[in-house]
């Protein structure tokens, strides 16, 4: 079985892969100047991979109440079941770009700001925080057998 994690976003959308194996892994981002590029982009990842399931970081506040982003998300949602006919699992993603954004300080050393910018513009950021929604879901099944 095969899950694609999204962390979505208005200009890009964080992307990352996992399996029975139960190891999220970050891929390149879906960044593009336009929505249908990005869809695109998704969608090739879906056929190359055989995705099964999509799992997508949902905006809670940090009292636990759903965020206004989280109408956005939830048409982004609705696009997705209805463009691929995939299940989709929503997963909170609470500070998962504060952590992705720690892990890439912590790889570099302390990079400077412009780095992260760069980092984020690549949309580096995002897939590692898709990574981290995906190992989060992928942690709470447990193994698959």
Do not use: C
Not at 4 to 32: F, Q, T, W
Not at 48 to 63: F, H, I, K, S, T
Not at 95 to 115: M, N, V, W
């Amino acid at each position: 079985m095969q899950w694609l994690g999204i962390d979505y976003g208005e200009k890009r959308v964080g992307l990352a892969s996992g399996d029975e194996l139960g190891i999220a892994v970050p891929l390149p981002a879906a960044v593009g100047p336009d929505h249908e590029t990005r869809m695109a982009r998704i969608a090739e990842e879906i056929r190359r991979r055989r995705v099964a399931e999509l799992v997508v970081g949902y905006p809670y506040n940090m009292d636990g109440t759903v965020s206004a982003k989280a109408r956005e998300v939830d048409g982004f949602i609705a696009e997705l079941e209805r463009r691929f006919g995939l299940p989709v699992h929503r997963v909170d993603e609470r500070l998962t770009s504060y952590a992705a954004e720690e892990q890439i300080r912590a790889a570099g050393h302390r990079p400077k700001r412009k780095d992260i910018r760069r980092h984020r513009r690549s949309g580096e950021v995002d897939s590692r925080a898709a990574a981290l929604i995906l190992q989060d879901f992928l942690d709470t099944r447990g193994p698959v057998s």
